[in-house]
């Protein structure tokens, strides 16, 4: 009992003094460390040039820090980054400066590809720069606080323009309307087609993307009508007009996923198949502009009403109906002597399988009417090209 008498008369004591010195106890602040590191950018503006991409551009300058005496290192760090990344290891573009280098500069190369590689910024936005310095000293006897300095500048981009269209319009003294815009196919909506009539005079192909609006120009800058050729396009600021010269009938077609455009005049007009067959032992000819499925999903019995002939090509038909699923062909006339389409000369089965690209074969004889595409089931969709002897299905 006495020795938990004395054990509670230490504790009590200790408590006040503890208590005692609690109060008269200070905070004191380290004192501030007098840095003597400056930092400045030549300039707080620039607009990244295309034209002198590996120039530097934004140059960064910076005094030494304070000079610490011991055995202490000075080491300096400086960081790049767009303001709103607070320096992520991710973003940051980091180097270790040598010894007695005070100044970092950067091209207008680097800093567009930064942002549109690494950093991921919207395509012609304006964005803010940040740079920061960092000196930090290791080694010696004492904890020295780093300087830090950090500076911000505007960037405007280098004019990215994209080879992609929202719209897509035909324009020029060439067209009759005030620029037309043009439809999509219904077999590819990166294909945009049109058949209209154009006067002696200029075309031009404007697109507008996400409200600017850019030109379709021949790779080249060659305005000369290529009649009937595919050419490769690109996308420039200012048009470059293609020269009719006749009037008539035109068909324009703009691929956008390929970068090609072909310009039909009524000398290089595309024209829907024509083949020839019998009919009750008569020579029958038909201009194809239509076509019946025939097979399982029908009822063995001819339907139409559900082919499309597309605008970039009147040979190219798209079948947009009720889903189908096993043995079809396709025909041009609802007889069983007709002209078909199919995937065989032999008689035989062609499976198929969604999205991939079948020979096409066509004839009258019992050879290709005894052949058939075997449909996947939920086949809704199907691009039928003549011209090249191609069928692709799918489910859409």
Same mark, same amino acid.
């Given at each position: 009992?006495?020795?938990?008498?004395? =054990?509670?008369?230490?504790?009590?004591?200790?408590?006040?003094?503890?208590?005692?010195?609690?109060?008269?106890?200070?905070?004191?602040?380290?004192?501030?460390?007098?840095?003597?590191?400056? =930092?400045?950018?030549?300039?707080?503006?620039?607009?990244?040039?295309?034209?002198?991409?590996?120039?530097?551009?934004?140059?960064?300058?910076?005094?030494?820090?304070?000079?610490?005496?011991?055995?202490?290192?000075?080491?300096?760090?400086?960081?790049?980054?767009?303001?709103?990344?607070?320096?992520?290891?991710?973003?940051?573009?980091?180097?270790?400066?040598?010894?007695?280098?005070?100044?970092?500069?950067?091209?207008?190369?680097?800093?567009?590809?930064?942002?549109?590689?690494?950093?991921?910024?919207?395509?012609?936005?304006?964005?803010?720069?940040?740079?920061?310095?960092?000196?930090?000293?290791?080694?010696?006897?004492?904890?020295?606080?780093?300087?830090?300095?950090?500076?911000?500048?505007?960037?405007?981009?280098?004019?990215?323009?994209?080879?992609?269209?929202?719209?897509?319009?035909?324009?020029?003294?060439?067209?009759?309307?005030?620029?037309?815009?043009?439809?999509?196919?219904?077999?590819?909506?990166?294909?945009?087609?049109?058949?209209?009539?154009?006067?002696?005079?200029?075309?031009?192909?404007?697109?507008?993307?996400?409200?600017?609006?850019?030109?379709?120009?021949?790779?080249?800058?060659?305005?000369? =009508?290529?009649?009937?050729?595919?050419?490769?396009?690109?996308?420039?600021?200012?048009?470059?007009?293609? /020269?009719?010269?006749?009037?008539?009938?035109?068909?324009?077609?703009?691929?956008?996923?390929?970068?090609?455009?072909?310009?039909?005049?009524?000398? /290089?007009?595309?024209?829907?198949?024509?083949?020839?067959?019998?009919?009750?032992?008569?020579?029958?000819?038909?201009?194809?502009?239509?076509?019946?499925?025939?097979?399982?999903?029908?009822?063995?019995?001819?339907?139409?009403?559900?082919?499309?002939?597309?605008?970039?090509?009147?040979?190219?038909?798209?079948?947009?109906?009720?889903?189908?699923?096993?043995?079809?062909?396709?025909?041009?006339?609802?007889?069983?002597?007709?002209?078909?389409?199919?995937?065989?000369?032999?008689?035989?089965?062609?499976?198929?399988?969604?999205?991939?690209?079948?020979?096409?074969?066509?004839?009258?004889?019992?050879?290709?009417?005894?052949?058939?595409?075997?449909?996947?089931?939920?086949?809704?969709?199907?691009?039928?090209?003549?011209?090249?002897?191609?069928?692709?299905?799918?489910?859409?």
């Amino acid at each position: 009992m006495k020795k938990i008498a004395y =054990l509670y008369r230490i504790l009590t004591f200790s408590i006040i003094v503890c208590g005692v010195t609690a109060c008269n106890y200070e905070i004191v602040d380290i004192d501030n460390v007098p840095g003597t590191m400056t =930092l400045q950018s030549s300039s707080t503006e620039i607009a990244l040039d295309a034209d002198h991409l590996t120039d530097d551009i934004i140059a960064f300058t910076w005094k030494p820090a304070r000079p610490i005496l011991n055995d202490h290192i000075i080491l300096y760090t400086s960081k790049l980054d767009v303001v709103g990344n607070n320096f992520g290891s991710s973003t940051t573009i980091m180097n270790y400066e040598d010894d007695g280098i005070f100044s970092r500069s950067f091209t207008s190369e680097q800093i567009q590809n930064w942002a549109n590689e690494k950093w991921k910024l919207p395509v012609n936005i304006p964005f803010t720069l940040e740079f920061r310095v960092t000196a930090q000293w290791e080694g010696g006897p004492t904890f020295e606080a780093p300087e830090v300095k950090t500076v911000t500048v505007r960037v405007q981009p280098i004019r990215t323009i994209v080879f992609d269209a929202d719209k897509v319009f035909l324009d020029g003294s060439a067209v009759q309307e005030s620029k037309m815009e043009l439809g999509t196919t219904v077999e590819n909506d990166n294909i945009y087609a049109q058949v209209l009539h154009l006067e002696p005079g200029e075309l031009i192909i404007p697109i507008e993307y996400k409200g600017e609006t850019n030109y379709l120009s021949p790779t080249d800058n060659d305005g000369t =009508l290529k009649d009937g050729e595919t050419i490769n396009v690109v996308v420039r600021e200012n048009p470059v007009s293609w /020269k009719i010269e006749n009037a008539g009938e035109y068909r324009v077609v703009i691929d956008m996923q390929k970068a090609t455009a072909a310009i039909y005049s009524p000398a /290089k007009a595309l024209q829907p198949a024509v083949v020839q067959w019998t009919l009750d032992g008569a020579m029958q000819t038909t201009i194809v502009n239509d076509l019946w499925e025939y097979g399982e999903p029908t009822g063995w019995s001819w339907r139409d009403g559900n082919w499309t002939q597309s605008t970039a090509d009147p040979q190219v038909f798209v079948y947009t109906g009720p889903a189908m699923n096993g043995r079809t062909k396709f025909g041009i006339h609802p007889t069983n002597q007709s002209y078909v389409y199919t995937g065989n000369n032999t008689g035989a089965d062609t499976p198929v399988t969604h999205g991939t690209t079948y020979n096409v074969f066509s004839g009258y004889s019992a050879n290709e009417r005894n052949a058939y595409f075997r449909l996947p089931s939920g086949t809704n969709f199907i691009v039928l090209d003549i011209r090249n002897k191609t069928l692709v299905a799918s489910q859409k």
